[in-house]
T-cell receptor, first 113, second 115 residues
Framework: KQEVTQIPAALSVPEGENLVLNCSFT??????LQWLRQDPGKGLTSLLL?????REQTSGRLNASLDKSSGRSTLYIAASQPGDSATYLCAVSYGGATNKLIFGTGTLLAVQP | NAGVMQNPRHLVRRRGQEARLRCSPMKGHSHVYWYRQLPEEGLKFMVY????????ESGMPKERFSAEFPKEGPSILRIQQVVRGDSAAYFC?????????????FGEGSRLTVL
């Protein structure tokens, strides 16, 4: 069964800290992996998309890495800010005709000012 | 360029009523996905549609749920005879027709509450 797990489920850090969110997936034959952000009552915003042939992607203070063989990805957030507070979701796709996403349950991040 | 538009944002229904959720994909996108997020659970795939075609409905409950994406107009997710367990956030996502990198663009969701 294809499953995605995220740890920790929740994380609280003081402003300015660097932090790492973890994602693992049971079937390593992924097509791509996305990190998304969900704010309360809002939609989902795609942060970084890593294709299966890539090892990492960077956008501003965010860096996502992918180790396909071990079934793991990490999202690194540098110099965290209160505005980073949100739920971070990891989702994998296995391609095919549908290319649907399988989501983890997310990490709820709170950055304390 | 407007993003994915969903309406209504919030919908309250009594048990046994019908719920209709609409999704207008981003301009130029002809692929639509519906996902459901139950309370305290992750998002789960429901259905994937292209214009006038249901491509994959493997995540749809077998009864009471249906989806369409007509040639003209938004995609509609229809839930008949709603029950309390249908209370959830329903998210629509779209992707472009060509160069499908796999990235999806999500709407802000429709939150259904069944009393």
């Amino acid at each position: 069964k294809q499953e995605v797990t995220q740890i920790p489920a929740a994380l609280s850090v003081p402003e300015g800290e660097n932090l790492v969110l973890n994602c693992s997936f049971t079937d390593s034959a992924i097509y791509n992996l996305q990190w998304l952000r969900q704010d309360p009552g809002k939609g989902l915003t795609s942060l970084l998309l890593i294709q299966s042939s890539q090892r990492e992607q960077t956008s501003g203070r965010l860096n996502a890495s992918l180790d396909k063989s071990s079934g793991r990805s990490t999202l690194y957030i540098a110099a965290s800010q209160p505005g980073d507070s949100a739920t971070y979701l990891c989702a994998v796709s296995y391609g095919g005709a549908t290319n649907k996403l399988i989501f983890g349950t997310g990490t709820l991040l709170a950055v304390q000012p | 360029n407007a993003g994915v538009m969903q309406n209504p944002r919030h919908l309250v229904r009594r048990r046994g009523q019908e719920a209709r959720l609409r999704c207008s994909p981003m301009k130029g996108h002809s692929h639509v996905y519906w996902y459901r997020q139950l309370p305290e659970e992750g998002l789960k795939f429901m259905v994937y549609l292209q214009k006038e075609n249901i491509i994959d409905e493997s995540g749809m409950p077998k009864e009471r749920f249906s989806a369409e994406f007509p040639k003209e107009g938004p995609s509609i997710l229809r839930i008949q005879q709603v029950v309390r367990g249908d209370s959830a956030a329903y998210f629509c996502a779209s992707s472009p027709q060509e160069a499908n990198t796999g990235e999806l663009f999500f709407g802000e969701g429709s939150r259904l509450t069944v009393l």
